[in-house]
């Protein structure tokens, strides 16, 4: 059996492969899982670096650029992240050592060096139809970051915006989870880190309750998403055209409607009729009239046409077969390596 390296930060001892690891949240593992097993198919075993030796694998694969590149064997690289959020994923003389670079970017996609990649889901078509066990209007999923750098794409400010809006406005319709939210905001770059760790020690503000809405992390986003109507999942960066992460398919799988913000060139990928076009609404009062006045038959007819879209060819760019079968048949070919 060949050994290979999967380099992903956080992720040591195989537990990235691992469908019965309790990290195994919502399915995130499964798309690792099967990249694994089709690479076996090929006598390749993917491991996580601190398993193999280094000097016996036949190449490596990367979660986003690496500072560290391995010169010795062919390295790839998965970008899954902008370089708004991880600047490191635009370093030209780091993306020039890798052999082949599987982006979500439009622009860069040429079919040969850079090949198209969309963030991987495990595509489970929600059965449930209607408002029956989802008593609450909306919610927000989203931990309290910020962009290294100041940019006018980043959408952080735009998530405080939106929770600071229903928390004045529409209390009783709006809950918020994710991680960090018992802190002020965080702010873009330096400055706005040490803003932050000074706001969180001056001694008036021991205690104090930055975001009403906050109900700690979801456990399970499917699960927790299951007890809403409406999913306001915006993304880290707009107006990217193919940048698009796991948040739409999360309310996809767990029949809500997502309130998308982010891909300029959404409606390419995914039918405008299975989501609420944020950009199409002038205010958040707009928006939020828009979902308390919708009726169950509309909404109803949102999770039929979801459940046909993830059935169908078009939602095929975005499993997790079409994510492994990308990277293996390319490498495999690359590296003359015969099933």
Known sequence: MKLANLLADGQLNNTIFDLNSPNNLDNWHYPYWLLRSLFESYGVELNTSDVNDTENIIF?????VRKQINNNVPCYVMLYETPHIRPIN???YLLAKYKRIFTWRYDWVDGQRYI???APNRIVVNNSRGWAGRDKLCCLIAGNKSVPQITTLELYSERVK?????EMHAPEDFDLFGHGWNKPAAHPGLLGKLDRKLRCILPKQSGKIYFPSYRGKA??????LQKYRFNLCYENVKDLKGYITEKIFDSFFSGCIPVYWGASNINEYVPESCFIDRRKFTSHEDL??????MPESEFIAYQERIAEFLAS????PFSAETFAENIVNTIVSDLGISA
Not at 219 to 224: D, I, P
Not at 288 to 293: A, D, G, P, T, W
Request: hydrophobic fraction near 30%; aromatic fraction near 16%.
């Open 219 to 224: 456990t399970s986003k499917l699960e927790t």
């Open 90 to 92: 635009k370093d030209k």
């Open 288 to 293: 939020y009239n828009f979902m308390v006045s």
């Open 116 to 118: 198209k990649f969309n």
């Open 313 to 316: 060819d078009q939602a095929k």
């Open 162 to 166: 939106t929770i600071k809006w229903f």
């Open 60 to 64: 490596e694969l990367h979660q986003d």
